[in-house]
Nanobody, 119 residues
């Protein structure tokens, strides 16, 4: 299984970014897909997830600002991030889960993509 996240960068507070994660080697369409992030000195946390049927869940800290979506034909999950704040600064990763709220399935998280929000 390979999970390749991209789309990160440096933006000012209030800015936007769209992350993409291409998955291969897995049954993408049947899995819950999630975006996670890890800031320096903190544990990795779940930011958003989307079920195979399109149901979404978000961490309270990003509700109303981030939107997760998926394209099963392209084996890709997206994260649209608006109104970015400095506390959103982190390395962002994607992974799959067997069910909503479940533990990430794959130990190979890939390199992730760095998002830096700073003025």
């Amino acid at each position: 299984v390979q999970l390749q996240a991209s789309g990160g960068g440096s933006v000012q507070p209030g800015g936007s970014l769209r992350l993409s994660c291409a998955a291969s080697g897995m049954m993408f369409s049947i899995n819950v897909m999630g975006w996670y992030r890890q800031a320096p000195g903190t544990q990795r946390e779940l930011v958003a997830e989307i079920t195979s049927g399109g149901r979404t869940n978000y961490a309270d800290s990003v509700k109303g600002r981030f939107t997760i979506s998926r394209d099963n034909a392209k084996n890709t999950v997206y994260l649209q991030m608006n109104s970015l704040k400095p506390e959103d600064t982190a390395v962002y990763y994607c992974n799959a889960a067997a069910f909503s709220g479940g533990r990430p399935l794959y130990p190979n998280w890939g390199q992730g993509t760095l998002v830096t929000v700073s003025s």
